[in-house]
């Protein structure tokens, strides 16, 4: 074989090997940016699990508290299973009654003064005289704990409105829960949050027939009742009623009489909305627990 051709062969050779070699680059090239695609997916796939296993999470102590939310009520209302009327107010039946035991002071009162005004005038001193007598005791006590500037009801507003968070499930539709895997999980959470408004809003409502309605009737009694003592004062300091008392007595008598009813209505009002609240947040309380088991098991699942 002359050089020529062995030079020619030689250069064929090179040739090949070059040609080889770009291919196992190239394959070499793909494989590595197949293999950088497939690391970049699987780490991209386990950072969205993680983002949703922590999103999960999120839920579920954002759940627990509200459901913790339960004690800003009993503290004022009594616990929650207790929904009947008449029974369910808890603590603020406490305040009903001593406001009703401190109206009954004035009715009392009142009483006296009309037994006596109606001996003086019917010229009666037999059974009356007996009923006067025990009034007066009455007039002293009412006029001495008027006379030093005693507080006879204290009202103190009710706080009851739990704080569910609304604003969180805001900022969860916005930032994770449109991508929720589990569709009829995340319709369940939506249908929680919705309760939880319902329920603060029926809290607020018994708040205001509490704190503003209720109130408002504390101070109208006040009133009257401050009214009703300088009666009993003209009426110890003087010993007898004048024109203008009698007539002031009068308004007094109707005054307190629907002061009382007004109290009543009240009361029995706020029990009714206390008995829808409750079964509600007994709804809620359940609907919570369920959504946190099945939390769990989504969760477990990834």
């Not at 002031?248 to 206390?274: G, T, Y």
Request: glycine share 6%.
């Amino acid at each position: 074989m002359s050089n020529e051709e062995k030079a020619h062969g030689r250069k064929g050779f090179s040739t090949k090997e070059l040609i080889a070699d770009k291919f196992i680059d190239f394959v070499l090239i793909f494989v590595g940016l197949y293999a950088a695609t497939a690391l970049a997916r699987f780490q991209d796939e386990n950072r969205a699990k993680d983002e949703y296993v922590s999103l999960l999470k999120d839920f579920k102590r954002e759940l627990t508290a509200n459901l913790e939310q339960e004690e800003s009520i009993v503290k004022d209302l009594g616990e929650i299973e207790v929904t009947e009327p008449g029974k369910n107010l808890g603590p603020i039946t406490n305040v009903f009654e001593a406001y009703f035991a401190e109206l009954e002071k004035d009715e009392h009162v009142v009483h006296c003064l009309h037994v006596e005004f109606a001996a003086e005038v019917e010229g009666g001193h037999a059974a009356e005289g007996k009923e006067v007598e025990g009034c007066h005791e009455v007039y002293a006590k009412f006029e001495g704990s008027h006379g030093h500037g005693e507080k006879h009801f204290d009202f103190k507003p009710a706080v009851l409105t739990p704080f569910y968070r609304y604003e969180v499930w805001e900022l969860y539709l916005v930032s994770g829960v449109r991508n929720f895997r589990n569709k009829e999980l995340a319709v369940h959470l939506g249908e929680i949050y919705n309760n939880a408004r319902l329920v603060e809003k029926m809290v607020a409502d018994i708040e205001t027939t509490y704190n503003d309605a209720f109130m408002s009737q504390v101070g109208r009694s006040a009133a009257t009742d401050m009214e009703l003592a300088e009666v009993v004062h003209d009426e110890e300091t003087q010993h007898g009623l004048s024109a203008q008392d009698q007539e002031i007595l009068i308004q007094i008598s109707h005054d307190v009489k629907d002061e009382h009813f007004a109290a009543i209505e009240a009361q029995s009002v706020l029990s009714l909305k206390v008995e829808r609240m409750k079964k509600t947040v007994l709804l809620l309380r359940s609907e919570i627990e369920a959504v946190n088991a099945a939390l769990d098991e989504e969760i477990a699942r990834y």
